[in-house]
Nanobody, 123 residues
Framework: QVQLVESGGGSVHAGGSLRLSCVVS????????MGWFRQAPGKQREFVAG???????TYKPPVKGRFTISRDNTKNTMYLQMDALTPDDAGVYYC?????????????????WGQGTQVTVSA
């Protein structure tokens, strides 16, 4: 059974920080590149950051330099450290397996999504 469990969201003021976590089924996590996705109110879900099995990271420009993605392969867990948050960063954050190659950059691969974790940033 697929397990994608996000946590760590909350409500912060602009400039604040949050650390998100995503626990993933071991059989999925160990062999796949992973990504964080965000869905803002009234908008489609979008790719935010990704990390390869080996730990190489990639970011969409708006978050580069402020967000740090990491993974702990011994705990089947991925993290997203979010610093210098702005109201534009708000939304529900999800994790999923992600394509990170140039042709399918940022495309989620699993049809299943977890419940997500809400991030609220006040100005």
């Amino acid at each position: 059974q697929v397990q994608l469990v996000e946590s760590g969201g909350g409500s912060v003021h602009a400039g604040g920080s949050l650390r998100l976590s995503c626990v993933v089924s071991a059989e999925i996590f160990s062999i796949n590149n992973m990504g964080w996705f965000r869905q803002a109110p009234g908008k489609q879900r979008e790719f935010v950051a990704g990390i390869t099995v080996g730990g190489s990271s990639t970011y969409k420009p708006p978050v580069k330099g402020r967000f740090t993605i990491s993974r702990d392969n011994t705990k089947n867990t991925m993290y997203l450290q979010m610093d210098a948050l702005t109201p534009d960063d708000a939304g529900v954050y999800y994790c999923n397996v992600a394509r990170l190659n140039r042709g399918d950059y940022g495309v989620p691969l699993l049809k299943y999504w977890g419940q997500g974790t809400q991030v609220t940033v006040s100005a």
